[in-house]
């Protein structure tokens, strides 16, 4: 997806366990969203919680957009035309619905509930996503991961995977990336990541082995969840810094809850995020747009999209400067 705002300004960007949680829990600060219209009138509104002023990055995962469930006949479902990326991973997930995916490379792909596609935009790519005609809910995740300097011009890629359900007590859980709950993810990545979907069962307690050197993040879809000790709402992301080995996850609902928990070893390099394009400068981020626009070779062209390429818009008034994430706490 793109982050197609019509005003773009510069952005920061285990195993089931048993036994009680450590006597000295770790904090978890809570990052609200912002609604952000993608499009014209009819546009497909998301919920957005990374990056924002608090918090740049969880791991490498540098931008999550939550949408839905959105009724295609009212919002007019997704729609977003050819449009580029660079230095960054894409991770499309759903939770209803259909959307159909090319890009630059040849790729034409479909995405359902319970599958993920992963596409890396590098030096350059381009791709397009729409719901398709028989989609009636359109409701999901899309994610970005920044890419590590020295693989941040990487060839274009793209990976489709379908994880199996692990059934743990209390809980189901679906590992697109990473290891989580026993199982692990195929699918390769420039940094160690976890991302899961989890859907705890009505008044269950849910607590889970973890990495101790990643931080993570839980963004709600349904349900009240408390994460350690505090209560997350839907469409809140609860951020727990490195150093904890286990997470306890508590659905506070008489129905059930489900979230989708991402981490990382915290990315230590300053980035530069502005539209599509993850750099290290502001120059990387003129010169993307320049190629864009200029129709370069960086990025490819989608030869059987119907409609034009999705146009940059204007850069700045200022020079966007290098962010990274506050102290932790």
Known sequence: MSNAET???ALRCGELVEGDRPA????VDVLSARDVPLGGPRALRVRRTLPQRARTLIGAWCFADHY????????????MPPHPHTGLQTVSWLFSGEVEHRDTLGTHAFIRPGEMNLMTGGHGIAHSEVSTPDTTVLHGVQLWVALPGEHRHAARDFQHYVPEPAQ???????VFLGSLAGRTSPVRTFTPLLGAEIVIEPRATLTLAVDATFEHG?????????????VLRPAELGYVPSGADTLTMVNETDAPARAVLIGGPPFGEEIVMW????????????QAREEWEASSDRFGVIEDF??????APAL??????????PPTR
Not at 275 to 286: A, I, L, M
Not at 316 to 322: D, E, L
């Open 7 to 9: 005003d773009v300004a």
């Open 24 to 27: 000295q829990a770790p904090a």
């Open 68 to 79: 839905g469930p959105h009724e295609v006949a009212v919002s007019g479902g997704m729609n």
């Open 168 to 174: 743990v007590d209390g809980a189901g859980i679906r």
């Open 218 to 230: 839980l963004l709600v879809d349904t349900g009240d969840i408390r994460l350690i000790d505090t």
């Open 275 to 286: 539209w599509n394009f993850v750099g290290r400068s502001h120059e990387d981020v003129v």
């Open 306 to 311: 119907p409609g034009g390429p999705l146009p």
């Open 316 to 325: 700045p008034n200022a020079v966007i400067r290098p962010r990274r994430n």
